[in-house]
């Protein structure tokens, strides 16, 4: 579990324009801005050794954390679902890992730096919700976003690059009313970051149940355990096991 929780917090989530409940557009990530400063370069065995030990010490406090908290296997309930999505948040926030939304946050940061034009990086960020697997969007946000750019592009009659600040300060306007036709303030933006982390919780004990109840049962087909009864997920203890 350990392992499941450190390799998710890695992979260097969500910024509002890409999640469902959160569409609000960041302008600060919207506009083009200076690369950040270069980091100082590392001889390859030196980088190897640095990643390997920075890994190591986030397994083991992510394990420390895990050794110590009850988590209930129970994807149904509600309470289990919440009190595991507590136990995960201490783990980030304890080894420093990123959150989903960070981690979006970051591709998205990666992905956009070098592109100059809000056209592009619209299209880019559907791209990066679509592989995230955030394909839900019922309110029909992204094609709001694109017809706003029409408009704005359309006023300027020319394509609107990100550099531009006067002209992007129009497409921001545009978002912000775009915003509150949909009922989105900044100010909901921790709440939506909850919501997510729940789902995400949910999702993942779930599959740990999966997990267990598929490991269980393999066990069960062995000749020394055919008389057993297979115990309710629910009452696994996974301290036990770490």
């Known amino acids: 579990m350990a392992s499941r929780l450190l390799s998710r917090s890695r992979q260097l989530s969500i910024v509002p324009v890409v999640v469902q409940h959160e569409r609000l557009v960041p302008f600060r990530l919207f506009a083009k801005e200076a690369a950040p400063p270069a980091m100082p370069t590392l001889k390859g065995d030196e980088m190897l050794k640095n990643i390997f030990y920075e890994v190591k010490n986030k397994f083991e406090v992510a394990l420390g954390i895990?050794?110590?908290?009850?988590?209930?296997?129970?994807?149904?309930?509600?309470a289990a679902?919440?009190?595991?999505?507590?136990?995960?948040?201490?783990?980030?926030?304890?080894?420093?890992?990123?959150?989903e939304s960070q981690r979006i946050k970051y591709?998205?940061?990666?992905?956009?730096r070098d592109i100059p034009d809000a056209r592009t990086y619209l299209l880019a960020l559907q791209d990066i919700r679509a592989k995230s697997g955030l394909t839900d969007d019922d309110l029909g946000s992204e094609a709001m976003m694109m017809?706003?750019?029409?408009?704005?592009e359309k006023e300027i009659k020319k394509p609107?690059?990100?550099s531009d600040k006067k002209n992007m300060a129009l497409l921001q306007a545009e978002f912000d009313k775009m915003n509150k036709k949909l009922g989105i303030r900044k100010?909901?933006?921790p709440k939506y970051e909850?919501?997510?982390?729940?789902?995400?919780?949910?999702e993942e004990l779930q599959q740990i149940k999966n997990d267990a109840v598929e490991a269980m049962e393999t066990q069960l087909k062995r000749e020394e355990f055919k008389n057993e009864k297979?115990?309710?997920?629910?009452?696994?203890?996974?301290?036990?096991?770490l």
């Open 194 to 202: 909850e919501e997510l982390d729940l789902k995400l919780a949910k």
């Open 66 to 78: 895990l050794k110590k908290e009850k988590i209930t296997i129970d994807p149904d309930d509600p």
């Open 81 to 99: 679902v919440s009190q595991y999505a507590k136990v995960v948040k201490t783990i980030r926030d304890k080894a420093d890992l990123f959150s």
């Open 147 to 152: 017809e706003a750019l029409e408009k704005v």
């Open 160 to 162: 609107l690059l990100r």
């Open 187 to 189: 100010e909901d933006l």
């Open 107 to 112: 591709t998205i940061e990666q992905r956009t």
């Open 230 to 241: 297979m115990p309710d997920v629910r009452s696994l203890d996974i301290r036990n096991f």
